[in-house]
């Protein structure tokens, strides 16, 4: 790797690991002020605004996410604008919120129309399903900055798998860390 590519690899890791760590504490903070009051409701409302405040947490941490990436690579990639960055990291990033959350959302509602509650499943299923959420929700994140990407550097191509890998190893990292 040239030096200008490890400048870039060593900034894009520390905006992300910072950016994160912001992001993710702001969506905490947010669920912790908004989700005790939905914890009053009850029914298919609650369950449905809870889903709604978790795709608008992670537009939150995507608009973090995406403002200190595009600061990371502004100087290799000056033409990309901080809005198109930011849209697509957005964009990425609701749709893997989304669909990220929809089964859950979707078991909850289940448990509310009288439906049993389900047990959860063995630690290595977990991590299993974590990795295929990783490989999917990589693919997500990075398709719409892909779009972006592919416009300034002839390897753009690499974007995706190269998320897909990273995400497949990282959820069941973070799913670990949290059980």
Known sequence: MSDSGSALWRRWVLANAFSEMIGLGATLALGAL?????????????????????????????????LAQWAAMRPWFGAISRRAWWLATLIGALAAYVLGYLPSTLMSLGEESGGAAMAE???????????????????????AQWFVLRKHTTRAGWWIPANMAAWMVGMPLIFWGID
């Open 121 to 143: 499943p063995p630690q290595w299923v977990v991590l299993l399903l974590a990795a295929g959420l990783g490989l999917v929700g990589g693919a997500l994140l990075s398709a």
């Open 34 to 66: 908004v989700i005790p009051p939905l914890d009053q409701l009850e029914g298919a409302m609650a369950v449905l605004l809870s889903f709604a405040v978790a795709v608008a947490s992670g537009a939150l941490e995507a608009t973090v996410v995406g």
